[in-house]
């Protein structure tokens, strides 16, 4: 990188080392299996062959399993892949919120995990689950030898922050939920246990906490990490982070995939008077129209049956437009203002902090969050401060002086989680 300090990180084991048995790692299942692909790709909608469906579907590949060729940082400076091999088991990625695609593992394997067979504190379980894609988020290159699968290289994808699964095989394993933040990822932990750091940084990452990100850090060296965002409900709407910065998808797309990832490519704001360079190739642009085609197609999910009060939701409706003032800024069918307006640290009741995290933004101001789906992503705000939709309200209430009645403050909670 150029004007850029090179922040990135592995995982390792945690704690004491763990008794081996002799149960058998993934790998020999997958020989005994003789597994072939296991990851299908995405047809078009309706076997339609559409040109729009086909690009959703390249799209949702990218998503998922492009890492734009940042093994480049995660091999080669930050040497995960060797970290990987001696130390992280099944049972260590799943402690920092890694996941695993049920979908992606052969019978074989869902069989000798679910009778104990397969060794689940073993690394080579591990390599074996990336050969077979099923980390989510994670790109591995594994060679076989006649020692066993070796792990080679390692990347990250999109879906490492912005996908999570929905525990239908057990705890961290499951369908994938694309566009889903993954608030259980602990990110500050894994960058910590790469080798390629310091113990002054590692400190500062480990006190992230789970579900958190800084992604300026490697840009300005401050550390005021926000929650990491969900990527679902983002059509018709043109600025999608916390600041507004750029004004489509795209602009973000490119800056975590260069700048965040640490893909082969180029990023650029003379705003924040940056300029980042990785590699002699462009692996990032051209794969930009699908990548965001894909993510705009990701709808906010509907809050599960039953999970609010329909009629108090409908009186709290009432309370949003009116008394409440939300929808002064929550405005339209996408419940956001940010198309035609950015608004200055002072409106943001999670401000004043230090460091203002809009401060070192390239807008320095804050968009107004869309509210389809927010029933499913606490904590709320940039900052993850309010851990619950009533704390959301109570600190409203409060900082803009509306004088709800307990009433009005339980019925407009409702009404958000009818979202």
Known sequence: MQHARTRGGGLARHGEERHRDKRPALGSFIAAAALAAVVGTLGACGGNDDDDDELVAQGQQIFRFDTFGDEAKWT??????EVISAAVDPVTALSVGLKVDAEALPPAVVQGIQNGSIDLTSPATTIALLKLDAVVGLKGTVQSTAAGDVLTSVGVTCALCHSTVDDSFAPGIGKRLDGWANRDLNPGAILALSPAFDPATKALLNAWGAGRYDPRFNVDGLSKPVVIPPAYGLEGVHRVTFTGDGTELAYWNRYVAVVQMGGLGSFTEPRLNLSVTNGSVDLVTSKLPALQAYQLSIAAPAPPSGSF????????????????GCATCHSGSRFTDANSTLHPPADSVAEPESPSYASRSASKLYRTSPLKGVWQHAPYFHDGSAATLEDVVARYDTRRSLGLTAQQSADLVQYLKSL
Do not use: C, I, K, Y
């Not at 080669?76 to 892949?81: A, G, K």
């Not at 009060?309 to 409440?324: E, I, K, L, S």
């Open 76 to 81: 080669d400076t930050l040497r995960m892949h």
């Open 309 to 324: 009060d329909p009629a108090a939701a409908t009186r709290g409706q009432q309370v949003f437009a009116g008394a409440g």
